[in-house]
């Protein structure tokens, strides 16, 4: 399953079959509908029968991704949880990395996860997970992402930050770095995604330096608030058009360039 490197696909987070519902009513403006539980961290686990019900909510041709946890290292356990977010109907499988310190750690774990899904579903899209303010936290550095999706048999390699509090993706991982990021993964023949806090501003970046896919959910709630706030369809329908506009404006300069 790949996507044209030309295209940024827009991702967003409800936490709640009711903001799924506000999702819909902007379905034509998203790409991916990604389940999480906020409160339970950046990339936190919400229940599999929210994941059946926000699959059920939003249009069939809209994939779902769900995220599995910040977990540990645990790869048993992770696995397990894995599999229980494709049989509650996810296509995308999110894992975040949180508790590996290693590489080698990261690897086990993921090689667990892309087994344990694809045993069930072939079609189904493994994503790894770390973290730009890694330093923080003490887990996988993130340039390390790439190799470690690609040694696992992943799909995809995938920045956020860890610690949700108003620091974002270009504070930890200037856009340089995070266009190293994009490369290595193209480079391994994965999908790129960013999020972290990231806004509108930061839009051009994310164009420039190629990534796939921007994962986005305080920007497009009430207030930017992704704890207290909720998903604004206009708000996602805003984002979209932003998007499309440094696409154009992107691509434009490049051709006027060559």
Not at 127 to 137: K, N, P, Q, T, W
Not at 212 to 236: F, K
Not at 246 to 257: D, I, L, T, W
Request: aromatic share 6%.
């Amino acid at each position: 399953m790949r996507w044209k490197e030309s295209t940024l696909l827009l991702l967003i987070s409800p936490d709640s079959v009711e903001e799924a519902l506000d999702c819909a009513k902007a379905a034509e403006h998203l790409d991916i509908v990604d389940v999480k539980k906020p409160d339970e961290g950046s990339l936190g686990a919400n229940f599999p029968w929210v994941i059946r019900e926000i699959r059920d909510a939003v249009p069939a041709d809209k994939p779902v991704s769900a995220t599995v946890g910040d977990v540990p290292y645990k790869p048993g356990t992770v696995a397990q949880a894995a599999l229980g977010a494709a049989v509650s109907g996810a296509t995308y499988i999110k894992v975040g990395l949180y508790g590996c310190t290693t590489p080698e750690q990261a690897i086990d774990v993921m090689r667990g996860v892309v087994r344990a899904v694809k045993e069930y579903r072939p079609d189904a899209f493994v994503v790894a997970s770390g973290y730009a303010d890694a330093h923080r936290i003490g887990c996988v550095n993130p340039l390390a992402l790439p190799d470690i999706a690609r040694r696992s048999g992943s799909d995809a390699a995938m920045l956020d930050t860890a610690v949700k509090d108003g620091t974002r993706l270009f504070d930890h991982v200037p856009p340089e770095v995070c266009a190293e990021f994009v490369r290595l993964a193209h480079e391994a023949d994965l999908l790129a995604a960013l999020a972290g806090s990231v806004k509108v501003g930061d839009l051009g970046a994310l164009t420039r330096i190629g990534t796939d896919i921007v994962g986005v959910r305080g920007a497009v709630c009430e207030g930017g608030d992704r704890n207290t706030g909720r998903i604004q369809p206009q708000l996602v329908a805003a984002f979209r058009a932003e998007m499309d506009r440094h696409a154009r404006e992107y691509a434009a300069a490049v051709a006027a360039a060559g």
